[in-house]
T-cell receptor, first 115, second 113 residues
Framework: DGGITQSPKYLFRKEGQNVTLSCEQN?????MYWYRQDPGQGLRLIYY???????QKGDIAEGYSVSREKKESFPLTVTSAQKNPTAFYLC??????????????FGPGTRLLVL | QKEVEQDPGPLSVPEGAIVSLNCTYS??????FMWYRQYSRKGPELLMY????GNKEDGRFTAQVDKSSKYISLFIRDSQPSDSATYLC?????????????FGKGTKLSVIP
């Protein structure tokens, strides 16, 4: 089955700790994205990557870091500099054909909680 | 003014009702429009996309776009309890950087049996 997987489903972070969220896709999509979702806030873009070994900051990149060493994988690290990390994190991917039908497909999400 | 405005609800309707969900936008460069459905604690799933003014129908769902008014709607006919979810509108421009989506904040819908 083609799709996007995220792990873990739940993640607990201690103060001062860095944690990494996994995102893998087997859709052969070029572009991948990380969003943060807070109640009443909608989806906010953290980072995105259009191609391997390249990525750009989104609207709320401070306190986060990413890597894109493989087309299939786009892990997100929540660093200790992110002071309010409790949220639902969503990974998405898309093609980059520019066609009208192009859109983003989402993974199941990771819920990050601070201990 | 935010780029995309969406009434957060919550919206509660009886089973079988017609539901209307709406978004307005301010950026006339938005040309492609999507609706996502998100069940509680799950990732959003694409429900419908459209790119021209007018209506697009898929089963019980109809997406409507009025570019002149910068207004999009999603209609759900014969609503079912399984339609209870948060509905997110999303849109994007064409041209450079057009792969980025701008989302509304979502409308939470409850369909009561």
């Amino acid at each position: 089955d083609g799709g996007i997987t995220q792990s873990p489903k739940y993640l607990f972070r201690k103060e001062g700790q860095n944690v990494t969220l996994s995102c893998e896709q087997n859709l052969n999509h070029d572009a991948m994205y990380w969003y943060r979702q807070d109640p009443g806030q909608g989806l906010r873009l953290i980072y995105y990557s259009q191609i391997v070994n390249d990525f750009q900051k989104g609207d709320i990149a401070e306190g986060y870091s990413v890597s894109r060493e493989k087309k299939e994988s786009f892990p997100l690290t929540v660093t200790s500099a992110q002071k309010n990390p409790t949220a639902f994190y969503l990974c998405a991917s898309s093609t980059q054909t520019g066609l009208a039908t192009e859109t983003q497909y989402f993974g199941p999400g990771t819920r990050l909680l601070v201990l | 003014q935010k780029e995309v405005e969406q009434d957060p609800g919550p919206l509660s309707v009886p089973e079988g009702a017609i539901v209307s969900l709406n978004c307005t936008y301010s950026n006339s460069a938005f040309q492609y429009f999507m609706w996502y459905r998100q069940y509680s604690r799950k990732g959003p799933e694409l429900l419908m996309y459209t790119y021209s003014s007018g209506n697009k129908e898929d089963g019980r769902f109809t997406a409507q776009v009025d570019k002149s008014s910068k207004y999009i709607s999603l209609f759900i006919r014969d609503s079912q309890p399984s339609d209870s979810a948060t509905y997110l509108c999303a849109m994007r421009t064409t041209g450079a950087g057009s792969y980025q989506l701008t989302f509304g904040k979502g409308t939470k819908l409850s369909v009561i049996p």
